[in-house]
T-cell receptor, first 114, second 112 residues
Framework: DADVTQTPRNRITKTGKRIMLECSQTKGHDRMYWYRQDPGLGLRLIYYSFDVKDINKGEISDGYSVSRQAQAKFSLSLESAIPNQTALYFC?????????????FGEGSRLTVL | KQEVTQIPAALSVPEGENLVLNCSFTDSAIYNLQWFRQDPGKGLTSLLLIQSSQREQTSGRLNASLDKSSGRSTLYIAASQPGDSATYLCAVEETSGSRLTFGEGTQLTVNP
């Protein structure tokens, strides 16, 4: 089983729909992140969380919200999806044991908003 | 604002060749730098992490160097193989420890 699991892996939805992307991890890490990847723009940070009670906006948080339900779970919501939110979304974790700061990524969730 | 640039954007080499991928960053006040590999449609896999106090890290055929003062890092791949074909991304973590800034990657193709 993957250390960082994202669901769904693929989703097609319509403009205005509410979408939730879920992430769970078995690495025991405190820090979790949501990124989106777009051709020509690279990876950009949406939100990050250093523990269950800590949520921080990244560089492109508008139109998104997150919930850290437990240490192992971090979900990303699009309250009203729009076409320019079509992208590949990645969840990542990092911890502070041993090799500090190393990021571990999930396989990605491809979202298409029509 | 930190900016990370990777050159070249794409590289095609014959199998067996040694090669260097470049990464430059504008703000030298970094906490660490990571190199990742991404296969098409997949997530990123961490290859090497260099702390700001380190000059290089090695893993198998990979060697990453860091020169903070000049804002540069290189990823050296020895004896390249077709299985090395992927996109390679570098990312820097700022001193605040909260954000990684990614480059857009170098797409590497190793031809048999």
């Amino acid at each position: 089983d993957a250390d960082v699991t994202q669901t769904p892996r693929n989703r097609i939805t319509k403009t205005g729909k509410r979408i939730m992307l879920e992430c769970s991890q078995t690495k025991g890490h405190d820090r979790m992140y949501w990124y989106r990847q777009d051709p020509g723009l690279g990876l950009r940070l949406i939100y990050y969380s250093f523990d269950v009670k800590d949520i921080n906006k990244g560089e492109i948080s508008d139109g998104y919200s997150v919930s850290r339900q437990a240490q192992a779970k971090f979900s990303l919501s699009l309250e009203s999806a729009i076409p320019n939110q079509t992208a590949l979304y990645f969840c990542a974790t990092s911890g502070w044991q041993g090799n500090t700061g190393e990021l571990f990524f999930g396989e990605g969730s491809r979202l298409t908003v029509l | 604002k930190q900016e990370v640039t990777q050159i070249p954007a794409a590289l095609s080499v014959p199998e067996g060749e040694n090669l260097v991928l470049n990464c430059s960053f504008t703000d030298s006040a970094i906490y660490n730098l990571q190199w990742f590999r991404q296969d098409p449609g997949k997530g990123l896999t961490s290859l090497l992490l260099i702390q700001s106090s380190q000059r290089e890290q090695t893993s198998g055929r990979l060697n990453a160097s860091l020169d903070k003062s000049s804002g540069r890092s290189t990823l050296y791949i020895a004896a390249s193989q077709p299985g090395d074909s992927a996109t390679y991304l570098c990312a820097v973590e700022e001193t605040s420890g909260s954000r990684l800034t990614f480059g857009e990657g170098t797409q590497l193709t190793v031809n048999p």
